[in-house]
């Protein structure tokens, strides 16, 4: 099974809305670490945002947030207020725990493209 | 800020030759990676790094080899580039701390390819 699944492989968004963009996981072990990273067209990834397993609240950053369900497996990254340079590829990745023999790496999902309109 | 260099953004080899890539990172930082990013697969890690001389292979190990002599720098080696090699190679590196890794920083990315 995929460890982290990113089902939208495109996406479009009008300058100014607010846009969702969707990833689950799946892990077994009680304690993990979520990240978004964005990749612009010039290649660089860029950290965005970050979740633990254990945060009682969603994570946000500026504006960035992370609609963490626990629950449903899912940490959806929430871009608000979406600008023309938001448009890029981004990615989620899962960091597993000791448990699962995790710890150090990333499991990184295929990404969603997104592109911001006019 | 964290920066992470990769010594080329481009690189063009022939098929054969022995390819080196390498990666320095100026945070002292321990973990250390090497990934693969191909369109419509994502990243995938080729080999990670935690201490000087200690290396663990990730998920596509095969074909490559890896080296860290100095905490700040990690080279990918690939002994003998073939064309399904030819990819965006990227860097990165992450604090270790408390028994997990934090945040990835990322390098410029190297795109190579092989003729």
């Known amino acids: 099974a995929q460890k982290i699944t990113q089902t939208q492989p495109g996406m479009f968004v009008q300058e100014k809305e607010a846009v969702t963009l969707d990833c689950t996981y799946d892990t077994s072990d009680p304690s993990y670490g979520l990240f978004w990273y964005k990749q612009p067209s010039s290649g660089e990834m860029i950290f965005l945002i970050y979740?633990?397993?254990?945060?009682?609240q969603n994570a946000t950053e500026g504006r960035y947030s992370l609609n963490f369900q626990k629950a449903r497996k899912s940490a959806n990254l929430v871009i608000s207020a979406s600008q023309l340079g938001d448009s890029a590829m981004y990615f989620c990745?899962?960091?597993?725990?000791?448990?699962?023999?995790?710890?150090?790496?990333?499991?990184f999902g295929t990404g969603t493209q997104l592109k911001v309109e006019l | 800020d964290v920066k992470v260099t990769q010594s080329s953004r481009y690189l063009v080899k022939r098929t054969g030759e022995k390819v080196f890539l390498e990666c320095v990172q100026d945070?002292?930082?321990?973990?250390m990676f090497w990934y693969r990013q191909d369109p419509g697969l994502g990243l995938r890690l080729i080999y990670f790094?935690?201490?000087?001389?200690?290396?663990e292979k990730g998920d596509i190990p095969e074909g490559y080899s890896v080296s860290r002599e100095k905490k700040e720098r990690f080279s990918l080696i690939l002994e003998s580039a073939s064309t399904n090699q030819t990819s965006m190679y990227l860097c990165?590196?992450?604090?270790?701390?408390?028994?997990?890794?934090?945040?990835?920083?990322f390098g410029p990315g190297t795109r190579l390819t092989v003729t």
């Open positions: 990165a590196s992450s604090l270790f701390a408390g028994g997990v890794s934090y945040e990835q920083y």
């Open positions: 990745a899962m960091r597993e725990g000791r448990l699962t023999g995790g710890g150090n790496k990333l499991t």
């Open positions: 979740q633990g397993s254990y945060d009682q």
């Open positions: 790094s935690y201490d000087v001389k200690m290396k």
């Open positions: 945070m002292d930082h321990e973990n």
